[in-house]
């Protein structure tokens, strides 16, 4: 190994030692969301086990059945006994495939954004660094999905959040996932 090898190893080491992890406010980075293969924000979050007892997220306002080009409030919500700062990000994929399924938009955009996948195009909905504040209570982000305009299957809305302690690191911080399906239009006969 060669010496500045060695020395960028072991500041890297040193980083992690110190709790140092890249810290997302603002954008956290896409395609982190459980769903699909994809990880959860377990990548840069350190804390107890996925999903560790004290709290929960969950999808609501996904509907039964989606109807073409329909529009939905889709509610995440972020319980945590300790609840000090929090963050999210969602997407809706076709199942089976995993592809971009509707639009998704902001229904707050102070506290709500959307960013595409650079790689994939998938859009994303997160956090702003606004959202990730706690008044008291669980967190709660409204996205509106426009269902799409043809058919294309189920639908997959999977989700990750973060239950943080504002502690200003990524240590200590609880990451919890959903998963919400809603079904592809019935033929009309």
Do not use: K
Not at 71 to 95: C, I, K, N, Q, W
């Amino acid at each position: 190994m060669t010496e500045g090898r060695a020395i960028a190893l072991c500041s890297f080491f040193l980083f992690l030692s110190l709790g140092a992890l890249p810290r997302h406010p603002d954008y956290p980075p896409t395609a982190h969301t459980g769903g699909f293969g994809e990880p959860t924000c377990r990548q840069c979050h350190v804390g107890d086990s996925l999903n560790a007892p004290g709290g929960s997220v969950r999808i609501s306002g996904v509907p039964a059945n989606w109807r073409p080009g329909a529009a939905y409030p889709v509610v995440v919500t972020l319980r945590h006994d300790s609840l000090a700062r929090a963050g999210f990000e969602l997407a809706a994929r076709f199942r089976p495939g995993g592809r971009a399924a509707g639009i998704l938009i902001p229904y707050d955009t102070l506290l709500t954004t959307i960013t595409p996948d650079s790689i994939s195009g998938i859009p994303y909905a997160h956090h702003t660094r606004r959202g990730t504040r706690i008044e008291g209570g669980p967190a709660r982000w409204t996205i509106l999905w426009t269902a799409p305009l043809g058919r294309g299957g189920d639908v997959e809305f999977d989700v990750a959040a973060v239950a943080a302690n504002d502690d200003n690191s990524n240590l200590g911080d609880l990451v919890y996932t959903a998963t919400a399906t809603a079904r592809a239009p019935r033929s009309r006969r």
